[in-house]
C-alpha cells in the first residue's frame, strides 16, 4: 500500500485510482483506529465510519467533487464522521446525540497516510490478507476462520498470513462482497443467502427442505457440486473457497409457529435474499428484510413480530430476551460462505493457493465438529438463562407450502434443474 501511494502522490491522477486509494485510506485508518482507549462500551450496536473525501480535502484532485466514499463499520468507536459543509467541515456525531466540528486539515490527510505506511509495515516477502466477517468473536465461525489463519501461516512458512477482522469491523456482509469484487478486500466470509444476489448459482443452497438431514447438507457442501458452485461467481471478481455449516435456521417470536397459519399477518425479518423473502410470503408471512444489527431493536419495539436464524442467534446477539419462542421447523441449512478477491487470488503463487484450499478444507472439518458441538450448549443455555422455550413442529404443511419454490428454480435454467437433481441424489446416498 505505501508503495502503490508513493507511486499517486509523486505521478498523475485519475479518478478512479483515486477513489481506490481514498478506500483505502479509509480501511487503514479503522485499522489502525481499533485499539484506540476512547472507544465505546463493546454491547454498543455497531456504528459506522463514514469518510467521504472531496476535491477541497485533497487539493491534487480534480477541481469537481469526487462521487466515492466510504463507510465503515466502527464498532467501538461509537461515532461517524461525515461531511457536513461545502468545503471543509466535518462533523463528528457522538451516540449521545452530541456534536463536535473538526477541520479537514493537512493533519488528517497526513493521519491517514501515516496510519497507511504502519498497517504495511510487515516483511517484504510476507503477503498479509485481511478478511472480513459480521460475527462475534465467541462464535465457532470466528474461531474457526482464525484456525484456517494459522493453517495459512503453517503451511507456508510464514509467507502467507491472514488477518480476521471480525464483528463488521470492515463493512457489512454486502458491503465487504463489493469492496472485495473492486480489490480493496481480500477475503470475506458471507453466507449464501447474501451470495445470492452476487451470483445466481447459491439460490439452490437457500431453498427450504433441499437437505433431508445434516449429514446430507455437509454431504453436499463438500462434493464437487459446491466446487461449481463456489467457482461460479470468477467472473464476477471473487470465488468461494470453502463453505461453512451454519446450522439450521427456524422462526422465533413471542408465540409459537406451529403451522404456516400461524405465520399469517406476521412480520418476519429476513435476509435480503429472493428466496428468503419468497419463503415467509408462500408460508402466509409478511417478509421484512432489514439489518441484522437493527434486529434486536426491531423485536423489541414491534416493528417486526419475529425473525428466522439458527439458535445461535438467541444467545450471542441476545434475540432471546426479546423473542421467547423458537419454533424448530428448521426450514433452511443456509451454509456461510467464505470468498477471495480474484484479483488477489491471480496475484499468489501457486504453492500459495494450493495451500490456502487445503488449509480452507481442514478449517470445514474443524468447523463442523466445533459448530454442532456448541449448538447443544447455546440451545441449553437459551433455555435456563433467557427462559426461551423451544417447541417441536411438525414440518409436513411446511414443505407442501414451499414446493413453488423447487418448480420455479429449476424452470430458470438447466443448471438449476441439475444442480437440483445431484442434490436429491446425494440425499439417497446419504441414507444408505
Not at 470475506?188 to 431453498?207: C, G, I, K, Q, T
Not at 405465520?263 to 419468497?278: D, Y
Request: hydrophobic share 40%; proline share 5%; net charge negative.
Amino acid at each position: 500500500m505505501s508503495l502503490q501511494l508513493v507511486r499517486q502522490l509523486s505521478g498523475g491522477f485519475n479518478l478512479r485510482a483515486s477513489a481506490r486509494i481514498v478506500v483505502e485510506f479509509a480501511l487503514q485508518l479503522r485499522l489502525n483506529c481499533r485499539n484506540a482507549s476512547d472507544f465505546a462500551p463493546q454491547r454498543q450496536p455497531a456504528r459506522t465510519l463514514r469518510l467521504q473525501f472531496w476535491s477541497t480535502y485533497l487539493p491534487f484532485w480534480p477541481i469537481r467533487p469526487v462521487w466515492y466514499k466510504a463507510d465503515i463499520p466502527c464498532v467501538r468507536f461509537g461515532w461517524i464522521i461525515k461531511q457536513k459543509t461545502r468545503k471543509s467541515g466535518v462533523c463528528a456525531k457522538i451516540p449521545l446525540g452530541e456534536t463536535k466540528r473538526m477541520r479537514a486539515t493537512p493533519f488528517l490527510l497526513s493521519f491517514v497516510i501515516s496510519s497507511c505506511l504502519v498497517a504495511s509495515s510487515v516483511a517484504a516477502n510476507t503477503k498479509l490478507l485481511r478478511l472480513s466477517h459480521n460475527l462475534p468473536t465467541a462464535n465457532p465461525a470466528h474461531v474457526s476462520l482464525e484456525f484456517l489463519a494459522d493453517r495459512v501461516k503453517e503451511l507456508t512458512d510464514g509467507d502467507l498470513r491472514i488477518r480476521v477482522f471480525p464483528e463488521g469491523e470492515l463493512g457489512t456482509q454486502k458491503e465487504t462482497v463489493l469492496l472485495m469484487q473492486e480489490g480493496l478486500l481480500d477475503m470475506a466470509r458471507s453466507n449464501a443467502a447474501e451470495m445470492e444476489a452476487f451470483e445466481p448459482a447459491y439460490a439452490v443452497m437457500n431453498l427450504p427442505y433441499v437437505f433431508e438431514s445434516e449429514q446430507h447438507y455437509y454431504d453436499v457442501l463438500t462434493s464437487d457440486i459446491a466446487d461449481g458452485i463456489l467457482e461460479a461467481s470468477r467472473g464476477k471478481g471473487f470465488i468461494g473457497l470453502a463453505f461453512m455449516v451454519d446450522g439450521s435456521r427456524s422462526f422465533y417470536a413471542n408465540t409459537p409457529i406451529n403451522s404456516p397459519k400461524d405465520l399469517e399477518g406476521m412480520r418476519i425479518r429476513v435476509q435480503p435474499a429472493p428466496s428468503s423473502i419468497q419463503m415467509v410470503e408462500l408460508l402466509g408471512g409478511t417478509p421484512t428484510p432489514i439489518s441484522f444489527g437493527e434486529l434486536y431493536s426491531a423485536l423489541q419495539t414491534g416493528l417486526v413480530d419475529g425473525a428466522e436464524n439458527n439458535p445461535r442467534a438467541l444467545i450471542e446477539v441476545r434475540h432471546g430476551e426479546v423473542a421467547k419462542v423458537y419454533s424448530q421447523d428448521e426450514h433452511t441449512m443456509i451454509p456461510g460462505v467464505l470468498m477471495i478477491s480474484t484479483r488477489v487470488w491471480d496475484t499468489l503463487p501457486e504453492d500459495q493457493q494450493e495451500a490456502l484450499r487445503q488449509a480452507a478444507r481442514e478449517m470445514m472439518d474443524y468447523h463442523r465438529d466445533l459448530y454442532n458441538a456448541q449448538t447443544e450448549k447455546v440451545i441449553e443455555e437459551a433455555r435456563t438463562e433467557l427462559g426461551v422455550e423451544f417447541v417441536s413442529v411438525n414440518k409436513e404443511a411446511f414443505i407442501e407450502a414451499v414446493q413453488p419454490m423447487y418448480e420455479e428454480l429449476a424452470g430458470r435454467s438447466e443448471q438449476m434443474a441439475d444442480l437440483l437433481q445431484r442434490i436429491n441424489a446425494k440425499a439417497s446416498q446419504a441414507s444408505q
